[in-house]
């Protein structure tokens, strides 16, 4: 089984709302994708409560295979998805491990 984990930092100068709006939006696209990508074993998004921590969201996801983490990178509503952050997003930092 592979975790895929990866971290997102909104850019700081987008307003609050705003933020949390985008947010919101990714994290109800991300875990809508089991339904449409079925090598998705489990995801989960969660929106950093902490205003002392440097990462907005947190995606947390488990796969049978690294090849399964790829055909989810690239398939359309995964794309799609990530689109929703890509012009708010100042940084992301992932991790795939194996257990």
Known sequence: MIK???LFK??????TDEKKAIMNQFKEAIEALPAKI??????EVGLNIN???TWDIALYSEFDSMEDVKTYATHPDHVAAA???????ESRS???YQI
């Not at 909104?10 to 307003?15: A, G, I, S, V, Y």
């Not at 079925?38 to 995801?43: E, T």
């Not at 689109?83 to 997003?89: E, L, M, T």
């Open 4 to 6: 895929h984990i990866v």
């Open 10 to 15: 909104l850019k700081e100068e987008l307003p």
């Open 38 to 43: 079925d090598v998705i074993r489990k995801v």
């Open 51 to 53: 205003p002392n921590e």
């Open 83 to 89: 689109g929703i952050i890509a012009q708010a997003k």
């Open 94 to 96: 992932c991790v795939d």
